[in-house]
């Protein structure tokens, strides 16, 4: 930018800036610039403006002769202009200014407001220039000069207080956000010294001194004059920089003396000044007795660079002294932030309470504070009101609570461009800290948009003391991810947030809070609501069958959770009920153990239901359950295949009758828990009448109820009787004890003899073990029709009190019940279903219900059940098919709970197991448990169902010898 300055030739002394009336002055335009340079090129032209009426006759003033420009005079829109043309190349540079000169400028009046405004065109681009404000004067003649009798003084922000003083006497510039403003002042103090009064009458002239300032936008101006009104300022309207808002006033005990008008905006060429005038009862101006006036000039805001400003006192009419001006000087200066007092007036305290903070600051905004060891840190910022700007600027706090015993308060103050004060220490000191204290502890869920969850807590801290440190749920917070805040009247807020990523998610939060200096700590305890949305996800759910002390077996369940809480409903759901799951803190797995026995069984599904709230929302997993073979042993004697196995009612054994199939038997038990301990009951012969038949016999085996007796039968199907026609003969062995009747059945298939053989007997024990001519004691025989079926099937109820048969009439089975009490008279054979072509096998559960399995057209083998009380059968609509089989050789057994069903073929070396409650009308889930494989299998002759937790099933080995396999259940 280019600088312009004027000055008359014919001063040596400040101001320069003068033009006398009433005589021809030559006046110098200087040109410079500060940094850079300026070219004016052939054509550039420069423009010097005043308004018109200032000067008298504009048109007689010439250029001195200067051969690099072209003069020129015009008078355009309310201006006497004055253009230079360059005619050649004209350079400016910081070390080489550039002078043109007028004369014959004459003033037209004493105008108070006189101003050349400079304006440039250079490369056909118009620039803005600068105004050089004109002192317009008396010549001095044989007048006196004022400077003599009146001294002006001016004192710069002199009007501090007490220890508050700025001594440097300079205007501060603020910074360029104003962010507070530095508002100066200056004090003029106009004291006269002559012993006379300064005056006793004048003419119509007015005594007058008028003062201003420079304005602009360099280093030697105050500040900037531009006006909210000015159509095209140079640059930007600022309310708070503007001259025109600079606030004059007189004081002193003499003000009442004078007059101080401060001047209008008017026009574009206006610049703001202040006239002063003697009072109506002042015609003296200064006296001995009132030889002084003090002015205030205030809201002086400046954010031009630093240099030397110039105040103009200007003095007109005074009688006896000619009209004439001085210069005050005016140091710019920026400025380094500072606090200029500081004070806590309870720096020394007995228990922590907050610290009472005040002070006073310059050139800053923002007040910088750090305690507890450096460990809490606040930040003031200062406030200001826009109506009321000041110098320096005070403020108070109380919000700081010290949390040490011995600390420090350090504290400085930054400026809005970062730059820092220098660092002050306050000495706190607190003889009794309590422990710390937390409040206001609160724990809210979030999601995010991709379905994370955190948990936000939030608290209150104080009497942390010189070192702290918190945990959370016993697990120490890392420092950098807690935030925190500035000191409020109830602690220091602080803010964590909890990612949600473990297993398992406490629902009890507590927060420690320790101060490592006093070995203290203090506790807050939060429990967060819980969103229904929150809800466990499940990733692993397995189940064992284990044995407990007393070797009874229990189902143990194990979940895995993600986002799960530690107090969650988690549980089992079976046909026996809710099976509830605890935390294992130390794998972080959810556990529950189930009973198994007669009253809960192993069941076929198992659901996991996990949720976070009581009747909230749940996600949940199935097992299911198969059977796997645990053990193999070997049968004894060799070449015996088990054909019955029943458990005793205390569990202790697993009675067994085998035969070697001919005419050997053999009744043994073990330990189900050490089935190589076997131990042998009895061996025997089944007897024979007439020639073996190719039909395998039928066998039975039970247990009394209370583990006392042990019966079997073991009958022989015979084809033909060859004894001198009387009845045949029925092979019986029992082991009874305890004088308890026993009543069995067994049925024989005689041809020749047109029906069915039903034998009811109370065997007397002296005949054990073997009876060979047998003579029962209250025998009965019951006729079960004209036709001549073959007998498939037979089975008892535990009680004893009716018996089962499956009987075949050519391609119609059938199935009869019959009545074994030897009281009833009656006719005791009812035929509860028909139309199969074979009944396969038939199997009790429990004393009421009983399955029957049969073989139908094509092969295709059925399960169906009826109610045995009534002889009704379900709807054979509910029948469930099992797959096609080449023999009809089925074996069927039932748990005791009628919980699985177990079936085994020979040939096809496969079983099933139907799980599930048959309810009226809704057959039971059937599937096949291919843990059961055909190797094994081989030659299986019985499937039984032990305790409701195992099964021991009837094989072969590999060698040929039969075995007896242990399945225990496999959850998957």
């Not at 429990?527 to 929150?534: E, G, N």
Request: with cysteine; glycine share 8%; hydrophobic share 35%.
């Amino acid at each position: 930018m280019i600088l312009f300055s004027v000055s008359n030739s014919a001063l040596k002394d400040e101001p320069t800036n003068v033009l006398y009336m009433g005589q021809d002055n030559s006046l110098s335009f200087i040109f410079s610039v500060n940094t850079g340079s300026t070219t004016f090129y052939p054509g550039d032209l420069i423009q010097l403006r005043v308004q018109t009426g200032q000067l008298g006759s504009p048109g007689n003033v010439t250029m001195q002769t200067d051969a690099n420009w072209e003069f020129a005079y015009n008078s355009i829109a309310g201006y006497d202009v004055f253009s230079f043309k360059a005619k050649q190349l004209v350079k400016i540079t910081p070390l080489d200014t550039y002078t043109l000169q007028l004369n014959n400028l004459q003033p037209a009046n004493l105008s108070l407001d006189f101003a050349f405004i400079s304006q440039y065109q250079l490369g056909g681009r118009r620039e803005s220039g600068t105004k050089a404000p004109m002192i317009i004067s008396n010549p001095p003649g044989d007048l006196l000069d004022l400077v003599g009798v009146l001294a002006f003084t001016a004192f710069i922000n002199g009007d501090q207080d007490g220890a508050l003083q700025i001594k440097d006497n300079n205007i501060y510039i603020s910074s360029q956000d104003l962010d507070p403003p530095i508002a100066n002042s200056i004090h003029l103090n106009i004291a006269y010294s002559g012993e006379q009064p300064l005056a006793t009458q004048w003419g119509k002239e007015t005594p007058t001194i008028t003062f201003f300032f420079t304005y602009g936008e360099e280093a030697y101006d105050l500040t900037d004059d531009i006006n909210v009104n000015d159509k095209k300022p140079p640059q930007p309207y600022n309310a708070l920089t503007s001259a025109w808002n600079i606030k004059a006033a007189l004081s002193g005990k003499f003000k009442s003396y004078w007059n101080l008008e401060a001047s209008t905006y008017n026009s574009e060429g206006d610049y703001p000044f202040w006239t002063l005038t003697p009072g109506s009862g002042n015609i003296d101006l200064f006296t001995k007795d009132a030889p002084s006036l003090e002015l205030e000039f205030s809201h002086i805001i400046s954010i031009l660079p630093s240099g030397v400003a110039l105040m103009y006192v200007q003095w007109n009419h005074i009688p006896g002294y000619y009209d004439s001006a001085l210069v005050i000087p005016l140091q710019k200066q920026t400025t380094k932030p500072q606090i200029l007092h500081f004070e806590c007036s309870n720096a020394d305290q007995q228990t922590p309470e907050a610290l009472q903070l005040s002070w006073t600051i310059f050139a800053a905004n923002k007040l910088m504070l750090q305690w507890d060891g450096n460990l809490r840190s606040k930040q003031i910022p200062i406030t200001y009101d826009s109506d009321n700007l000041q110098l320096t600027y005070s403020g108070n706090d109380n919000s700081i609570m010290p949390d040490q015993l011995l600390s420090n308060l350090v504290y400085w103050v930054e400026d809005s461009q970062g730059q820092s004060g220098q660092q002050e220490t306050l000495p706190i000191t607190v003889q009794n800290l309590p422990r710390p204290q937390l409040s206001q502890f609160n724990a809210v869920y979030q999601q995010d948009q991709q379905g994370n969850w955190t948990i936000e807590f939030s608290w209150l801290a104080q009497d942390l003391g010189e070192g702290y440190y918190f945990q959370l749920n016993g697990t120490q917070l890392d420092p950098s991810l807690i935030k925190t805040g500035p000191y409020t009247n109830n602690g220091y807020p602080f803010s964590y947030t909890h990612q949600i990523s473990e297993a398992i998610v406490a629902s009890t939060f507590e927060l420690v809070a320790t101060d490592t200096g006093n070995h203290r700590s203090g506790n807050a305890t939060v429990v967060p609501v819980v969103p229904a949305a929150f809800i466990p996800q499940i990733t692993g759910f397995t189940a064992t069958l284990e044995r407990d002390g007393d070797n009874n077996p229990q189902v143990q369940f194990a979940a895995t959770m993600n986002q799960v809480l530690d107090n969650a409903r988690v549980y089992v759901t079976s046909r026996l009920g809710a099976c509830a799951l605890s935390l294992d803190t130390n794998s972080g797995a959810w556990r529950g153990t189930q009973q198994v026995g007669p009253a809960a069984p192993v069941q076929s599904d198992y659901i996991l239901h996990a949720g976070n709230l009581a009747n909230g929302p749940e996600n949940s997993s199935r097992l299911q359950t198969g059977f796997s073979v645990a053990q193999e042993f070997s049968c004894w004697p060799e070449k015996f295949m088990p054909m019955d196995m029943v458990l005793s009612p205390d569990k202790q054994r697993v009675y067994v009758l085998s035969s070697d199939g001919n005419f050997t038997c053999h009744l043994s038990y073990f330990d189900p828990e050490n089935i190589d301990n076997q131990i042998d009951i009895a061996t025997f012969n089944v007897y024979q009448f007439g020639y073996y038949g190719t039909n395998p016999p039928v066998f039975s085996l039970s247990v009394a109820p209370d583990d006392s007796q042990v019966m079997l039968t073991a009958p022989e199907l015979i084809v033909a009787v060859v004894l001198s026609g009387s009845d045949p003969a029925v092979m019986l062995v029992s082991k009874l004890a305890g004088g308890m009747e026993a009543r069995f059945a067994s049925l024989n298939n005689i041809i020749g003899y047109n029906g069915l053989k039903l034998y009811l007997f109370n065997p007397d024990p002296e005949y054990f073990p073997i009876y060979k001519n047998l003579m029962p004691y209250e025998f009965r025989q019951f006729n079960a029709g004209s036709d001549t079926p073959t007998y498939t099937a037979l089975a008892m109820r535990p009680d004893g009190q009716r018996g089962f048969v499956g009987a075949q009439y050519g391609n119609d089975g059938r199935v009869y019940w019959f009545d074994t009490d030897p009281n009833n008279t009656g006719n005791p054979i009812a035929h509860c279903i028909d139309g199969c072509n074979q009944i396969c096998g038939l199997a009790m559960a429990g004393n009421n219900w009983m399955y029957a399995i049969y073989q139908g057209s094509n092969n295709n083998v059925q399960l169906f059940a009826f109610d045995t009380t009534s002889g009704q059968p379900y709807d054979q609509s509910c029948a469930v098919a099992f797959g096609v089989f080449t023999s009809n050789d089925m074996i069927i057994a039932v748990s005791s709970d009628n919980s699985f069903v177990a079936v085994a073929n020979y040939n096809n070396k496969l079983a099933w197991l139907l799980t599930g409650a048959w309810d009226m009308n809704t057959p039971p889930a059937l599937r096949q448990d291919k843990m059961l494989n055909q190797q094994l299998l081989n030659g299986c002759s019985k499937v039984f169902a032990r305790d409701n937790s195992r099964l021991f099933v009837a094989g072969f080995e590999a060698g040929g010898n039969a075995c007896i396999l242990v399945l225990e259940p496999v959850f998957s």
